[in-house]
């Protein structure tokens, strides 16, 4: 298994304030580089933590997509990168999974965590769910490795992925649309090339694309945003202003041009 490589990338996880953890290495670019972006951009370290090479995939080599990969971190802005170098397709909720995932919340110390749905057409996607949603618990008990400092999280965010869901919180990523498709391009090999004689994917369909960003616009339609990012979260949000997380009007329009 990857797992020793696993070990020595634990090295490169600095702390971050916002951590994504997806299967892949395009997942977190296509379901949620917005919030990252927008993130990185209000100051915040933002970091992603992909579990798998993506070797599997149809298109691409793991090498191909690990220099795509690191190409999207620097659009998006993130302070911190790494993969866990997992067998792709092979993912599952064990005890060996849980204390890697332990180990690096312990070491990136983030308040918010994003995770991949718990219900999804890719069993990896859900793996990472069930995995992440499992070691938020684990990482704040002392006693669980005992060697690294107990850490936390205060909240953990599903993504919307390929199935239907009512979300919690909408994230307004308009601000960050163009840097977020911009990101989301630099995975050159999984998308739609014209002539490719590669087998087609769901995502290497011409109209992939223009399907994101209709799902965005969709979830920004319900904030009265462009282009919104949506969430579920198991647990109420935590609230002390009322007023000020109201405070945007939706649909507000821009200025007018004199």
Known sequence: SGNGSSIMNLSTATPCDIVAFTAHPDDMEICCGGTLALAARQGWKAGAVELTRGE???RGTAEI????AEEAARVLGLSSRLNLELPDG????SDENRQLVVRILRQMRPRVVIAPPLSDHHPDHIAVAEIVSRSLHLSGVAKYLPDL???KPRAILHYVGSRAAVPSLVVDVSSVYQIRAEAMRCHRSQFYQEGSTERPTR???PDFPATIEGRLRHFGAMIGAAFGEAYTVEEPIPVTDLVS????????HPPRKT
């Open 56 to 58: 599997l995939g149809t």
């Open 65 to 68: 997509r690990s220099r795509e």
């Open 90 to 93: 092979h993912l599952h909720d």
């Open 149 to 151: 400092e107990p850490w």
């Open 203 to 205: 995502i290497a369909h």
């Open 245 to 252: 997380i109201y405070s945007k009007a939706p649909w507000e």
